[in-house]
């Protein structure tokens, strides 16, 4: 069939004109409305994720917390490396089309923003990193500091301890170790006879429980310490051998060497009264083992051996090693001699207070059967009827003579009716 030849021409024209006006390739997955939106979701939840991370990471700093300022940390990490996976992804699944549509340059722009912004948390996550790195350097230092104020404390408190300047107040408050004073007055001698007296009761609980374990006769051995007195109940015969260690102990009180011969005797009231300081706080076990030559152990041989008979150590032990032990200097670990040398103690600490004052302090004793001094007397045991007469049946502790005061004597009276 013939066309007229002009109808033909516009057909022709028509056809090349479609030709040169291909309709664009569609890229299913670049074009895919539901994937897309998936993935800008999860685009946003990271950022979101992020923003959280970041916002740990700022609170983890005040307070200062290295643990959670840690774990924030490793959170905007894996933040981080969820949208840098998100971005290959991305990429590798969609690659630049040759026609970009408004919406998806819009969409590129927003990602663009995005990286951006993710750009600015990584410098910002790095500035804190480093701020983090010079906090824990300054921990450590300032750690460093603490121990070493700490090695400083402990070893001041040492040196106030073996010098008795340390009180135990000080010891157990979180302040710094000062020098707390000690006055020498009539109180802390007093205080320190107080002490020395509930040490010779404390020492006779043992002596007297290692007599009856020996099967010692206690009435016969309190007769014999100080015969024909009449005790109002046989419970006090305890006063006895209280009494025996007293005699025994202050053998020598007023003079200064207390009858030991000294190698370096202290020559001022000073110095006495720095002895009683270096011993106040020390464990008599220590001082005396730390120092085997020094005077307050020479002491305590002399004393052990006059307050423990030969046969009672015998009977207590068996043998006479342990006393033998101690003739020659030693110091045994044994229950009963750690108790002796609390008692021990508190003799030499009251001696060397006493010869701290000036003029010293001097010791008095009462004699058997002297009537009872309210002034110089006081009784171990209270009285049933308080006009009650009576006279000393023994003296448990001596008294003393401090400046223009008088410590009254302990005494257990005779022929009384005792409440106690």
Not at 61 to 75: G, M, R, S, V
Not at 99 to 123: F, G, H, K, M, W
Not at 213 to 228: K, S, T
Not at 393 to 417: D, E, N, R
Request: overall charge negative.
């Amino acid at each position: 069939m013939q066309f007229p030849s002009g109808v033909k021409d516009n057909q022709l024209r028509d056809s090349s004109i479609q030709k040169v006006h291909p309709q664009p390739m569609e890229e299913a997955n670049y074009q895919n409305p539901e994937a897309m939106e998936t993935f800008i979701s999860r685009i946003f939840s990271n950022i979101s994720a992020l923003k959280t991370a970041y916002i740990q990471l700022q609170a983890a700093h005040t307070p200062y917390d290295p643990e959670k300022i840690q774990a924030a940390d490793k959170l905007v990490v894996s933040e981080l490396k969820n949208l840098s996976e998100l971005k290959h992804f991305y990429r590798e699944h969609n690659p630049k089309p040759i026609c970009v549509s408004p919406q998806d340059s819009r969409l590129a722009a927003e990602i663009q923003e995005q990286q951006n912004l993710l750009r600015t948390y990584e410098v910002m996550v790095k500035k804190f990193q480093s701020e983090i790195q010079n906090k824990d350097s300054e921990i450590l230092q300032m750690e460093q500091q603490i121990q070493d104020a700490n090695q400083k404390k402990v070893k001041l408190e040492k040196n106030l301890k073996l010098r008795g300047l340390l009180t135990e107040e000080s010891e157990g408050s979180g302040s710094e170790p000062g020098l707390p004073q000690v006055e020498l007055n009539f109180d802390l001698f007093k205080l320190a006879l107080e002490d020395a007296s509930r040490a010779v009761h404390d020492f006779s609980k043992p002596l007297i429980n290692m007599m009856k374990a020996a099967e010692w006769d206690l009435d016969a051995a309190a007769n014999a310490i100080e015969p024909g007195v009449t005790y109002a109940k046989r419970a006090h015969k305890k006063y006895a051998f209280e009494s025996h260690i007293c005699q025994k102990m202050f053998i020598g009180f007023q003079d200064e060497s207390f009858s030991l011969v000294q190698d370096n005797p202290p020559e001022t009231k000073e110095g006495f009264f720095q002895q009683y300081l270096s011993l106040r706080n020390a464990d008599p076990l220590d001082a005396v083992c730390s120092s085997t030559d020094s005077s307050f152990g020479k002491f305590c041989h002399i004393k052990y051996i006059l307050i423990v008979h030969e046969k009672m150590e015998g009977s207590f032990f068996g043998n006479l090693d342990h006393r033998n032990f101690i003739a020659m200097g030693g110091h045994p670990r044994t229950a009963f001699y750690q108790a002796f040398l609390k008692l021990a103690k508190s003799i030499w600490l009251l001696h060397r207070l006493a010869h701290s004052f000036d003029p010293s302090v001097k010791v008095f004793q009462v004699k058997r059967d002297e009537n009872y001094s309210e002034i110089y007397m006081e009784s171990v045991v209270k009285f049933k009827d308080e006009n009650q007469k009576s006279k000393v049946g023994l003296m448990v502790m001596p008294g003393f003579w401090i400046g223009g005061s008088v410590i009254p004597s302990k005494i257990y009276p005779t022929a009384i009716q005792a409440t106690e």
